[in-house]
């Protein structure tokens, strides 16, 4: 692995580089991409819609995954169309047209003619996707859509109301969701695509190694996440791949505490979730460090525990290998520990977790770890090709692996009031009394290659020895001064101590 100042040069030297329209990666390799999908796919039209234009506040525009994946095109309101008929094939790409007054303001748009010399699509007009497709689903009756489709939520996305129109202008359609399709071929990167998150990788654990130089007592969330984020973005990254996650004391209990008003106090721990991305790829790093410098008997038994999980995991990556293993060696780990520590009365004892009309029982694991072992990653954090519970290792794997337990000052509290759960708050009570708001997670990145497996976000260290050897140095004085700013401006929500 490159040196991290190596990296983060190399980093800061490609991002340099970077096209403002379209990405880096080779015109060809989005093509070769295509032809994948096509051949997956039986005849009819192809639909990969991108995300629409931001909301008025201009926020970042982010394309969305399957329309980038495929084309590698980042302007909004645009879509590709493919069309299959036997060995006949057409991919048409609709983008906004050039619009003076309003690149004022937004910036240049490739335009419908700078597409073919830039992509090596043929380009159309976007306001005349609606038209071409109803065109074309005369003629070929199945279309196979990628995007927002299929939402449970009460108000149904924009790509749901484009195909509901679809539909409505085409009774005769039959719409397919393409989805599974895209993401086997998502889950398996290319040598271009392990670069970046490689490169993501390592500008992260530079923001990472940052922030520890800052903790310590005093020390507010805000100011770490802050940290990170300043050292990766001057490095070249593309900025948070996701909600940075700071949380001190009984914030590290919460999973996807992102609110980072609190301050940190001695003999806390911290748990550090964040990480930026290069390129469109995602990272995702996790470190918990004690405030103090060094961790607590009682922090140092649980984190013990989450490394020896980590660790389990990591010995049963292997190419064509099953990903099941690696989570049935974490959870084994995790419930021992758990048990040792008094935290749980046995590693396979269940707890009543049902209501009075329906009556159920869980895992008592699941009282301190409710979430999965890991997760791709790729063009979004969580990429859609999952690696913890089925299928096998390949060339081209990346994903995380970021066991966690997290002990929940109140969990006694919340539990259904049966006999069971009052026999089992009676046995564990002095234990979580032992170890509340300690809450512990690790996750590292890591890629399969034909080279082996590569964890590449080992620059920072996770062993109870490198945190607190880092710790150690000496830490700048705190400037009590924007503290005092922030509460000053946060008026009634002063952050708890």
């Excluded at 995790?334 to 396979?348: V, Y």
Aim: net charge neutral.
């Amino acid at each position: 692995m490159p040196s991290p100042l190596r990296s983060l040069l190399r980093g800061a030297f490609l991002a340099s580089l970077a096209a403002p329209l379209t990405a880096q990666l080779p015109v060809a390799e989005f093509a070769a991409r295509r032809d994948s999908l096509v051949r997956a796919l039986p005849d009819g039209v192809i639909l990969a819609l991108g995300a629409p234009e931001p909301v008025p506040d201009y926020v970042p525009f982010r394309q969305h995954p399957y329309l980038f994946y495929f084309t590698g095109f980042t302007e909004p309101g645009s879509a590709l169309v493919i069309v299959k008929k036997g060995t006949e094939r057409r991919d048409l790409l609709f983008v906004q047209g050039r619009d003076p007054a309003r690149e004022v303001w937004t910036g240049a748009r490739l335009g419908v003619a700078g597409v073919r010399p830039r992509l090596g699509l043929e380009g159309r007009d976007a306001a005349n996707l609606s038209t071409v497709l109803d065109s074309l689903l005369a003629i070929h009756r199945t279309l196979h859509v990628l995007g927002d489709i299929g939402s449970r939520m009460t108000e149904r996305s924009l790509h749901d109301q484009f195909i509901d129109g679809l539909r409505t202008a085409n009774p005769k359609i039959e719409v397919v969701d393409a989805r599974r399709e895209a993401n086997r071929l998502r889950g398996r990167k290319s040598p271009a695509e392990l670069e970046r998150i490689r490169i993501a990788s390592e500008l992260s654990a530079q923001g990472h190694l940052a922030a520890f130089a800052a903790v310590q007592p005093g020390v507010a969330e805000f100011t770490l996440q802050a940290i990170a984020e300043a050292t990766w973005r001057q490095a070249g990254g593309d900025g948070p791949a996701y909600g940075s996650i700071v949380g001190s004391g009984p914030n590290a209990t919460t999973l996807h505490y992102n609110r980072s008003e609190r301050v940190a106090q001695a003999g806390e721990v911290i748990v550090l979730d964040m990480a930026t991305s290069y390129d469109g790829y995602a990272a995702d790093i996790t470190r918990t460090v004690p405030v103090s410098g060094r961790f607590s008997p009682a922090q140092r038994e649980i984190y013990e525990v989450v490394l020896g999980a980590q660790v389990a995991a990591e010995r049963q990556i292997r190419l064509g290998g099953p990903a099941r293993a690696m989570t049935d060696s974490a959870t084994a780990v995790l419930r021992n520990g758990l048990a040792r520590l008094g935290l749980i009365e046995s590693p396979e004892e269940t707890y009543d977790c049902g209501t009075a009309q329906q009556p159920r029982t869980c895992p008592q694991l699941q009282l301190f770890y409710m979430h999965g072992l890991g997760h791709g990653i790729g063009l979004v954090v969580h990429d859609p090709e999952q690696y913890t519970l089925t299928g096998t290792f390949g060339i081209g794997s990346a994903f995380t692996i970021e066991p966690g337990i997290y002990v929940r000052e109140n969990l006694l509290t919340i539990l259904p009031d049966t006999p069971g759960n009052r026999r089992l708050t009676a046995k564990i009570g002095p234990a979580v009394a032992r170890y509340a708001n300690i809450g512990v997670r690790i996750e590292d990145d890591y890629l399969v290659t034909p080279a082996g497996v590569e964890r590449v976000s080992a620059a920072v260290p996770r062993e109870i020895e490198g945190i607190e050897a880092l710790l150690a140095k000496p830490r700048p004085p705190l400037d009590s001064a924007v503290i005092d700013r922030y509460r000053t401006l946060k008026t009634g929500r002063t952050p708890p101590m």
